[in-house]
C-alpha cells in the first residue's frame, strides 16, 4: 500500500517500489518479460501514473528500448471490478500457452499524458506471433491497482523443461570390467544369476 491523493488516485513511487522488490526478491530480470498487463483502466490520471511506475521499476534494471508490449484486458472486456486481476492472470496464460501477444483492441492513439518514447514499452495493437531468444522463456507481469493505494504486482514465466542429454555409450571389450548390478529373492539364487 501507499499514500494517495484520494481513494482512486494511484501513487507511481509506491508501484515502482513493488515492482522493484518483486523482481529483487525473486532474481527476476525485467529485460526478460517481454509482455505487461497494465491495469490500464483507460484513464487520464491512473494511465500515466501506472506506465510512469513501469519506465521507472524497469529503468534500474535495462535500457533496452519498445522490446516489452503493453495491454490491458480491459480494452477488451471493460473493467471487472474485483474480478479484473484475475482476468488479466487469464489472458497472460493464454498467451504463454498460445505464444501469441495478444493486441490491445481499438486502441487508436496513446493517452497524451503517457509517453514511451524511450522506454522498453510499446502498445501492441495486433495479434503476433510471441517470438522470444533461443532457450528464454516468455515471461509476462500484471499489475493490479486497487482502492486507497493497494498494488499487486505478479510475474508469470513460461516452463520449458530441461533439456534432454542422452548419456555416453562406451563399448566394452573383451578384457575390460564394468560393473553390473544384480538383483533376486535370495542370495543362492543371486549367486546363481551371478
Not at 513511487?13 to 529485460?31: H, W
Not at 509517453?115 to 493490479?144: C, H, M
Amino acid at each position: 500500500d501507499g499514500k494517495t491523493n484520494g481513494i482512486t488516485a494511484p501513487n507511481t513511487e509506491s508501484q515502482t517500489r513493488l515492482e522493484q522488490e518483486v523482481y529483487d526478491r525473486y532474481g527476476i530480470d525485467p529485460s526478460n518479460i517481454q509482455l505487461v498487463e497494465a491495469h490500464g483502466t483507460g484513464t487520464k490520471l491512473g494511465d500515466p501514473i501506472e506506465v510512469e511506475g513501469l519506465k521507472k521499476a524497469f529503468a534500474k534494471y535495462t535500457q533496452n528500448k519498445e522490446y516489452c508490449a503493453l495491454g490491458s484486458v480491459k480494452s477488451n472486456i471493460g473493467h471487472c471490478l474485483t474480478a479484473a486481476g484475475i482476468a488479466g492472470i487469464a489472458k497472460l496464460v493464454l498467451a504463454l500457452k498460445h505464444k501469441q501477444l495478444p493486441p490491445s483492441i481499438n486502441f487508436e492513439q496513446l493517452n497524451e499524458h503517457i509517453d514511451l518514447t524511450g522506454s522498453p514499452f510499446y502498445v501492441n495493437s495486433r495479434l503476433q506471433e510471441w517470438k522470444v531468444g533461443d532457450a528464454q522463456p516468455r515471461q509476462a507481469a500484471i499489475s493490479a491497482f486497487g482502492f486507497s493505494g493497494t498494488n499487486a504486482h505478479i510475474v508469470i514465466g513460461e516452463y520449458l523443461p530441461a533439456a534432454v542429454t542422452k548419456s555416453a555409450v562406451s563399448v566394452l571389450t573383451q578384457d575390460g570390467k564394468a560393473i553390473i548390478p544384480l538383483s533376486a529373492r535370495t542370495a543362492v539364487q543371486l549367486r546363481q544369476k551371478a
